[in-house]
């Protein structure tokens, strides 16, 4: 069973730098698994922020930036506001046209 | 602008079945793979299927496997998601979701879903 694994739940302060991971239970992440990042607030359909890695999606801001850290994807978010405070989700594709999500990181700015 | 735009959800028996339909505008939609992601209310995202841009392929999660069936109609812009066999388990809100690129590596797009409620 291939689990793709997320922090729970994170914090920032506002106007700081927060890095939320996405990694495998087995083994490492790399652009292979083409590695994207979704935003969702309550109520509100996914939104896309990041995918193949670190291209950003359309008008996202730069403050947003995915990387490979280490053996994980990993999603950075510079100058924390108010309104990044939602779930975010990684997905990676496993081959054979398969993908599974990561089971989110809660992001709280406080 | 790029859109998507499901119908089809509802209230439905165990056992019984229901198609999905996402109308898409603002893009060549013959261009790009399209996935449908679902999410129980309250819970995370799951990835149910893919189809490539010209429907010669597609892939489902072992939790759908031989009873969802996803299509397309090129020349109508539109994704189907024909579901079978429903179950409980099944309840959820489903996305339609535009690909990147021509087949399944990642979704830019996603529309704002529809609730498929099963039970008896």
């Known amino acids: 069973q291939t689990v793709v694994t997320q922090e729970p739940s994170f914090s920032v302060s506002p106007g700081g730098t927060v890095t939320l991971t996405c990694g495998l239970s087995?083994?490492?992440?790399?652009?292979?698994?083409?590695p994207s990042w979704y935003q969702q607030t309550p109520g509100q359909a996914p939104r896309t922020l990041i995918y193949?890695?670190?291209t950003r999606s359309s008008g996202v801001p730069d403050r947003f930036s995915g990387s490979i850290f280490g053996k994980k994807a990993a999603l950075t978010i510079t100058g924390a506001q108010a309104d990044d405070e939602s779930d975010y989700y990684c997905?990676?594709?496993?081959?054979?046209?398969?993908?599974?999500f990561g089971e989110g990181t809660k992001l709280t700015v406080l | 602008q790029v859109q998507l735009v499901e119908s089809g959800g509802g209230v439905v028996q165990p056992g019984r079945s229901l198609r999905l339909s996402c109308v898409v505008s603002?893009?060549?939609?013959?261009?790009?793979?399209m996935h449908w992601v679902r999410q129980v209310p309250g819970k995370g995202l799951e990835w149910v299927a893919v189809?490539?841009?010209?429907?010669?392929?597609?892939y489902y999660a072992d939790s759908v496997k031989g009873r969802f069936t996803l299509s397309r109609d090129n020349s109508k812009n539109t994704l189907y998601l024909q579901m079978s066999s429903l179950r409980v388990e099944d309840t959820a809100v489903y996305f339609c979701?535009?690909?990147?690129?021509?087949?399944?590596?990642?979704?830019?797009?996603w529309g704002q879903g529809t609730l498929v409620t099963v039970s008896p």
């Open positions: 603002g893009f060549t939609f013959s261009n790009f793979g």
């Open positions: 189809v490539s841009s010209d429907g010669g392929s597609e």
């Open positions: 087995f083994g490492s992440v790399s652009t292979t698994y083409h």
């Open positions: 193949s890695t670190n």
């Open positions: 979701v535009k690909d990147y690129s021509s087949t399944w590596y990642g979704g830019d797009f």
């Open positions: 997905a990676l594709y496993m081959g054979g046209g398969v993908s599974v």
